[in-house]
Structure formats: structure tokens, C-alpha cells
């Protein structure tokens, strides 16, 4: 049974400072490996998606690696924000579009 | 780019009371639609996956006869709590495949509180 972790659970930061997410996975026969920010009480907006052939994805200010052999993904968010304050998840996708999210890591970037 | 419309966002209910939920794709169309369930400060679990024209699939320890799932069209799925209870309180998202392409689209969930 594939199993996602987060680490931290939960990260305050000072405005400006680069952000460090990390997620690992234990069954590396993925397709993909998502990530998505969540506001509180709302839906998901998905932020990159890394295909199980990539081993990274940019946009903005945001990157995400994959290493698929050893379960694990990075998410880079450069240049923090207020604005950035959010839950991030990450999530393996396996067969049947199925996806396996982690526990999560609260952001707090502090103005 | 592809939208997916989930209402109710919140409802609040007396318990014994059901609740439906609708998860709507606007601009495609989704022979399957999955339902998540997210408890407080917990991650999203995968409850069930819905599929046009035929029974859903329930995950390990999802009561099939308490989330009853509808996905009577292409494009609208329907997720029914009967006899809620307060442990049921939760937040529900739904999602769907985008047509073509493998990234999923989540609906803007549903709060649900039974008091």
C-alpha cells in the first residue's frame, strides 16, 4: 500500500526566505507525482505535476524534483510571500488516476 | 481550461438528516469522478471512485450504504450522506480526469457540519 509523507508538518517563515517541502513515497511505480496548494476550508489548485519520466517541473517561482527510484520530491518555492501562506499537499498518482496525498505542510509566511 | 463544479460549498444539518452533494464537469466530460474526505488537519483519503452507468467503487472501510454514489450523466456525479451523524462532519472534494491529458481537477469541496 503506498504510503505519502510530509515533512515538515508545518513551516514559518519570514518574508523572502526560500521554502524548502519535502514529500517522499514508498511504491516508486508511479505515474506522476502532483503537487497542489489548499486554502483553508477550500478546494485544491494543483501547482506542478512531474511525470513519472521527469525528474523536475518550474513554474515562477515554484520548482518541484522528482526522484523516482529513491520516493522522493522536493518542492523549491523561491522568494516566499505572504501570499504563499497555504497547506501544501503532495500526491502519487497510480493506476486508474487514483491519487495517494500526504499528511500536508502548513506554510506561514510572515510579512 | 477544464472546471469542475462542486455544491453545496458548506451545509450545516441536524443529525438523522441526508445530504447531497453534486460534483458537476462543465466543459468535458468524466466517465469517472473520484470523492475524497478530509477530517481536521488530517490529509485527503480517497473514498470512493464514481463511475457513468454502472456502481461505484468504495475504498477499505467506506460504508457503501451510507455514501451512496450517483453518476447518472457525463458530466454530474452525486455523493449522498444518509442519516448523518456528527463524525461525519468533514470536508468532501471531488475530482475529475481532465479528457486526454492526465491531470485530475478537483471541484471546491464541500464543508460539512451535522450537529
Known amino acids: 500500500k503506498q504510503e505519502v509523507t510530509q515533512i515538515p508538518a508545518a513551516l514559518s517563515v519570514p518574508e523572502g526566505e526560500n521554502l524548502v517541502l519535502n514529500c517522499s513515497f514508498t511504491d516508486s511505480a508511479i505515474y506522476n507525482l502532483q503537487w497542489f496548494r489548499q486554502d483553508p476550508g477550500k478546494g485544491l489548485t494543483s501547482l506542478l505535476l512531474i511525470q513519472s519520466s521527469q525528474r523536475e517541473q518550474t513554474s515562477g517561482r515554484l520548482n518541484a524534483s522528482l526522484d523516482k527510484s529513491s520516493g522522493r520530491s522536493t518542492l523549491y518555492i523561491a522568494a516566499s510571500q505572504p501570499g504563499d501562506s497555504a497547506t501544501y499537499l503532495c500526491?502519487?498518482?497510480?493506476?486508474?488516476?487514483?491519487?495517494?496525498f500526504g499528511g500536508g505542510t502548513r506554510v506561514l509566511v510572515k510579512p | 481550461g477544464a472546471v469542475v463544479s462542486q455544491h453545496p460549498s458548506w451545509v450545516i444539518c441536524k443529525s438523522g438528516t441526508s445530504v447531497k452533494i453534486e460534483c458537476r464537469s462543465l466543459?468535458?466530460?468524466?466517465?469517472?469522478m473520484f470523492w475524497y474526505r478530509q477530517f481536521p488537519k488530517q490529509s485527503l483519503m480517497l473514498m470512493a471512485t464514481s463511475n457513468e452507468g454502472s456502481k461505484a467503487t468504495y475504498e477499505q472501510g467506506v460504508e457503501k450504504d451510507k455514501f451512496l454514489i450517483n453518476h447518472a450523466s457525463l458530466t454530474l456525479s452525486t455523493l449522498t450522506v444518509t442519516s448523518a451523524h456528527p463524525e461525519d462532519s468533514s470536508f468532501y472534494i471531488c475530482s475529475a480526469p481532465g479528457q486526454g491529458i492526465e491531470k485530475l481537477f478537483f471541484g471546491s469541496g464541500t464543508q460539512l457540519s451535522v450537529l
Open positions: 466543459d468535458f466530460q468524466a466517465t469517472t
Open positions: 500526491a502519487v498518482e497510480a493506476a486508474g488516476n487514483k491519487l495517494t
